[in-house]
């Protein structure tokens, strides 16, 4: 739906100018003229009006975006529809976007990454939180401001986590570099696809590249599921263990294995940023030793074979299509190809093998031999000392209890919280399922206390904003506005959850909110050149209200006729309006020469320069030059100007302090106090 420069919806918002555009919507720059401010206005296009279907997740999923408050989102002021314009209103933000800034000064430091990730992280928490799954995360809608502070934008394409999938096509191939393999596929986006996109970002601002890249967009989503993440210090030797490995997890392939929270991404940053050689990436090992090698099972058979057996046959990998062959990919790299191994040297080798094998052996025999003797001793006494942990989340505690006594086992509740599971279902343990512990150790749990409630306060005749922070995050708010000739604007009139009531927190409760008197605008008629009576009757049936009628002397005009009028003929004004006249005197009486010069008074006369802007497409004006008193305006120039005598001089005469008042097509654009002497 394009709109146009000028262009008032909802009585409130004026289009100032477009500003971009997206697969699905049109971006305007507006004023709010209601509060006076700037706001992005985004609005459905009008390819997708016909899809019933489509127009209503727009509305469902824009009022769900518009319950997110966060510093790192952008707000949502407002979701509404007039007539086939379905738009969202938005905050409008001037800053850089992040793309912008890596093609300007990738690749970043480690620190400038941990500043922005951790912000991105921060807002797809309270998304997450509020069960929204932004699905397009990508340096494109990541706003910078000029102190530093991150904006995510653009959740035209979210989707609550409990909505259809989608396929891959349509508008949002635009953003298949940062797609998740699930995304690619075309399978159930969870919360873990955005943290997948977020890891690819982290890996942009690092490299100053894509990890995939293709001129085909099916291509690179192939790549997505395919394809091996690529080694981060290919491209950029300088990235810490700890961001190489954060990167890692955030883009493993299946959802399951990366982090499960924005949270828990959160966390590893802030341990990268105090250390970054740290060696745990919540819970997960990862080696820092540069000279640790990995010895593959095609490795270890060229090494048994050398010297002795043909080469053995590529080893072709499932799915992915490629050929592994290690010496094919040293010469493609340029790497020196060994030279075959001499007698001695095989035997070394296979020494050397041989004696890895037994140290691996013996280190495997050292750990698991107290296992191994407590199985046996438990075979042979009949007295079993250990129990492997079972699995208790999802149970209801007073059957976790009972299967962890019949284990030999405790139960100690560490804490109880919300959340929407049954009331008394274990949420976490403390030790993993299929350890194995010793009897009479005590599993923590957390316990859910069930759905948190929240009690409804009164929220009618109290400004929106007010009612907001008596709801904080208790309530999703459906906001419906009307209009009102005796509430306030922005004021609630109405409640759909009464007062007193008590409800799940999270409930939905809507809210009529005033829009004030409906303001309906009506065209001014041109009374200019009828007389005062039909004048004030077209200005009465216009539906305007009719103001002061004052007279002037008008050298075009005749006696009784309207000379001037206070608004524009032509344009649209508020119904009810005042329009006031200017009803002409006809022309100024001629002054005979005194017969008397010793009575002349002397003349006195001041020049003024009129100048104004010429109106677009018009080809002349109506200039008026008036003398204020003290109970009249006494028409100096009354005349039809054209552009090209614009601008221009004229000679004044008075006597002290005078102003003189321009009309210009019969509205005051303009005066001059003029200090003439006295006698």
Known sequence: MILSTGQIIASRYEIIEKIGQGGMSIVYKAKDIRLG???TFKVLKEEHLTDAEFVQRFKTEASAIARLSHPNIVNVYDVGQEGSINYIVMEYIKGATLKELIEKNAPFSEKEIYGVSVQIAEALAHAHKNGIIHRDIKPQNILVTKNGEIKVMDFGIARTANSDTIAVGGSTMGSVHYFSPEQAKGSIVSYQSDLYSLGIVMFEMATGRLPYDSDQAVSIAIMHINEPFPDLTEFNPDVSSSFKAIVGKLTEKKPQNRYQTAEKVIIDLKRM??????????????????????????????????????????????????????????????YETEKPASKK????????ALLTSFVIIAVALYFLWPVITKTQTNKNNSQQTVAEVPGLVGKNFDDAEKLAKDLGLELEVLREEFNPAAKGEILEQNYDVGNYVNKGIAIGV???????????????????????????????????????????????????????????????????????????????????????????????????????????QSLKYARGIVSAQSILGGKEAPKGSIVSIEVSTGAPPTQSPSPTPQTTIPSRSHEIKIDFPFPENAETVHVLLCKKTATDMVTVVDKIVRKEEVPFSLNVVGEGTVEFVLFIDGVETGSKTVEFPVN
Request: hydrophobic share 30%; glycine share 8%; charged share 25%.
């Open 37 to 39: 401010r700037s706001v």
């Open 273 to 334: 940023l105090i250390n970054s050689s740290d060696r745990i990436v919540y819970g997960t090992e990862f080696l820092t030793d540069s000279s640790t090698i990995k010895i593959t099972g095609q490795a270890h058979e060229k090494i048994k074979g050398a010297g002795k057996n043909p080469p053995a046959e590529p080893d072709i990998q499932p799915d992915s299509g490629r050929i592994d062959i290690a010496g094919e990919i040293e010469n493609e790299l340029g």
């Open 345 to 352: 040297q095989e035997l070394l080798l296979i020494g050397a």
């Open 446 to 552: 957390v316990v859910s206390k069930g759905t948190e409630e929240f009690t409804v306060p009164s929220l009618t005749d109290m400004d929106i904003n007010r009612a907001y922070e008596l709801i904080g995050d208790s309530l999703s708010v459906n906001k419906v506005y009307k209009y009102s000739d005796t509430t306030a604007s922005d004021i609630v009139m109405e409640q759909s959850v009464t007062q007193g009531t008590t409800v799940n927190k999270g409930s939905e409760i809507t809210l009529t909110i005033s829009q004030g008197p409906e303001i309906i605008y009506v065209e001014v008629p041109t009374v200019v050149g009828k007389t005062e009576d039909e004048a004030k009757r077209m200005i009465t049936d216009a539906g305007l209200t009719v103001g002061t009628s004052t007279t002037n």
